[in-house]
C-alpha cells in the first residue's frame, strides 16, 4: 500500500499515512477479495455512495489479512455501477475504529487466525480518504498487486523450515544432496526475480511469473521438510504449522492459475480468455 500511496495519493495522504507505515506504527489491511469476488476482482460488490462530506461504506470483504489488528483498510469498492465491471471501481482509506464495521476473525487450518470476514454497515468516511481517480482505480489495484506479487516475502517464509529440514538431512544420500541443491539454487534464482522487481528491471506484468516461481518454491520447500522431517515435524507446532499453511503461499495475492493467465495474456501474447 505504501508505493500505491506514492504513486497515486495526494501530498496530504503521503504526509499522513507514509511515516506510519515505514516504522511499522500503525497496521493496514488489504479489502479487495469479496465472497463473490477473488480472482474475478472486477466483480465486487461492496460501495462507497458519496453523501455530502463522507463517504457511505456499505457491502462485505473476506480474506482480510489482519483486519482484526488493522488501524486502516485498504478498502477496493465500487462507486458506480455505470459501464463494464472494471469501471467504477475506487480506493478509499478506511479507517478501522469508524462506526459500523464489525470484523470475524476465520480460523484457517493450522489454527490461525490471521484473516478475516469485514462487513461495513453504512460507514462513513471522509471524502478527502479517496485514493487517486474516482471510478478510475483499477489500474491503481493492479499496479498496487504487482507490488504486492514481487516481493521478499513471497520467497522467505519457509526459510527457517528449509534450514531445519537441512540441518538434520542425510547428506550422504544423492537425492536428499539433489533436493537441497535444488532448493537452494530455487532461493537464488527467486532472490534475483525479486531484486528485478525491486529495480524496476522487470516488464510490466511480470510480478505474476516471480509469485508463481517464489510461491510454488515456498510449496517445494515445505514439501522438502515434510518429508525429511517426517513425524518429528507433527510433534512441534510451528513446524507443523509452517507444513499445513503451505497451499496458501499460491493462493493469496492471486492464484497461480491467474498469474499464468496473466503471463500467457500479457507476456506472451496468447489469445485473451474468452469471458462469461
Ligand atoms: C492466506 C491468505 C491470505 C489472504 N489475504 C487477503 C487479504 O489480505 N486481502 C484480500 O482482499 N484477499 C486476501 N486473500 C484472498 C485471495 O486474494 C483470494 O483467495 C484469491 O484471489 C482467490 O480468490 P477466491 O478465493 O475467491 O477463489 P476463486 O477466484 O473462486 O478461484 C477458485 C479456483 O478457481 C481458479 N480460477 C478462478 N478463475 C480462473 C480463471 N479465470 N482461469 C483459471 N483458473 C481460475 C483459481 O485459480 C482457484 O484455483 C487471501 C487468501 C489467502 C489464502
Not at 469498492?77 to 476473525?105: A, D, F, K, N, Y
Request: net charge negative; aromatic share 8%.
Amino acid at each position: 500500500m505504501g508505493p500505491g500511496l506514492i504513486a497515486f495519493g495526494t501530498d496530504e495522504q503521503r504526509a499522513e499515512f507514509l511515516p506510519g507505515i515505514l516504522t511499522g506504527e500503525t497496521t493496514w489491511c488489504i479489502g479487495m477479495s469479496e465472497p463473490d469476488a477473488g480472482s474475478d476482482l472486477a466483480s465486487l460488490k461492496t460501495s462507497a455512495v458519496r453523501d455530502g462530506d463522507d463517504w457511505v461504506v456499505n457491502g462485505q470483504k473476506i480474506w482480510t489479512s489482519f483486519a482484526a489488528v488493522a488501524d486502516y483498510c485498504y478498502l477496493i469498492c465500487r462507486t458506480s455501477s455505470e459501464g463494464p465491471p472494471h469501471r467504477g471501481v475506487s480506493e478509499i482509506i478506511v479507517p478501522m475504529e469508524l462506526p459500523g464495521i464489525e470484523v470475524r476473525p476465520i480460523k484457517d487450518m493450522t489454527a490461525n487466525e490471521h484473516f478475516c470476514e469485514v462487513f461495513f454497515t453504512d460507514v462513513r468516511v471522509p471524502i478527502e480518504n479517496l485514493v487517486g481517480v474516482e471510478g478510475d482505480a483499477f489500474k491503481q489495484t493492479m499496479a498496487q498487486l504487482e507490488h504486492e506479487r514481487g516481493g521478499i516475502d513471497r520467497l522467505v517464509s519457509n526459510r527457517p523450515l528449509f534450514d531445519r529440514a537441512v540441518a538434520v538431512a542425510d547428506g550422504d544420500d544423492p537425492i536428499v544432496r539433489q533436493e537441497i541443491a535444488a532448493l537452494e539454487i530455487g532461493y537464488r534464482l527467486g532472490r534475483i526475480l525479486v531484486y528485478r522487481e525491486a529495480l524496476k528491471q522487470a516488464p510490466a506484468g511480470f510480478s505474476a511469473a516471480t509469485k508463481c516461481f517464489c510461491t510454488e518454491h515456498e510449496q517445494r520447500v515445505a514439501d522438502f521438510a515434510a518429508r525429511i522431517l517426517g513425524p518429528a515435524a507433527t510433534a512441534d507446532a510451528e513446524l507443523a504449522k509452517a507444513i499445513a499453511y503451505a497451499p496458501g503461499y499460491t493462493i493469496m495475492g492471486g492464484t497461480s492459475n491467474i498469474m499464468r493467465n496473466i503471463l500467457g495474456e500479457r507476456l506472451l501474447g496468447l489469445p485473451r480468455e474468452p469471458r462469461p
